[in-house]
């Protein structure tokens, strides 16, 4: 399953994706919240801060995830990857696990030097993030549960220690998704 680029055109099918997704998964108000959230993501795409990348399946969405920028002092490149969603006809056959990776390349391939997210740690270990001390690297918003802090080099350098508390685009500033 190919991976690409989506931009703000996409919004619809995007949040519909999520809705169905983390309502299935979490229940109503959660889906409701991440719609808010993917909604508001959506448009900001902008192929630079906000970036957006979605496996299809017969030119429907089968998976997508966000990657937004984080900004600090120094001029590092970080990006937080969340939210991700997999159709729920379509779970647990690595399309999500894919498409992680292929959005990693990409990264990489713009020279980004770090990775964040903030989800399970079973799962996300699985493509490459450890558990990261806010000492190292803080996130956006003070999260209720620092253990899913997760984060990954996207080069042979080690993670930089930013002792500043990053910027984010302005969906990211409610604590309701900490």
Do not use: H
Not at 17 to 33: P, T, V
Not at 34 to 45: K, N
Not at 78 to 92: E, H, I, N, S
């Amino acid at each position: 399953m190919a991976s690409r680029f989506l931009d703000s055109s996409a919004r619809d099918a995007i949040v519909s994706l999520f809705q169905r997704s983390f309502s299935a998964s979490e229940g109503d108000e959660e889906g409701a919240n991440i719609a808010r959230l993917v909604a508001e993501l959506s448009d900001l795409i902008d192929d630079s801060e906000v970036l957006c990348i979605a496996a299809e399946e017969q030119d429907a969405l089968a998976a997508c995830i966000f990657f937004t920028r984080l900004t600090f002092a120094t001029p590092e490149k970080v990006y937080m990857m969340a939210p991700v969603a997999v159709d729920t006809t379509l779970q647990r056959q690595g399309i999500g696990r894919a498409l992680i990776l292929d959005g990693l390349q990409a990264l990489r391939d713009r020279g980004a030097q770090v990775a964040v997210t903030y989800g399970d740690p079973d799962y996300y270990g699985r493509m490459g993030f450890e558990p990261l001390a806010e000492s190292t690297l803080q996130a956006p918003v003070a999260m209720s549960m620092p253990q899913g802090w997760l984060g990954q080099s996207l080069s042979d350098a080690p993670i930089p220690v930013l002792p500043d508390r990053p910027r984010c685009v302005e969906p990211f500033t409610d604590p309701i998704y900490w």
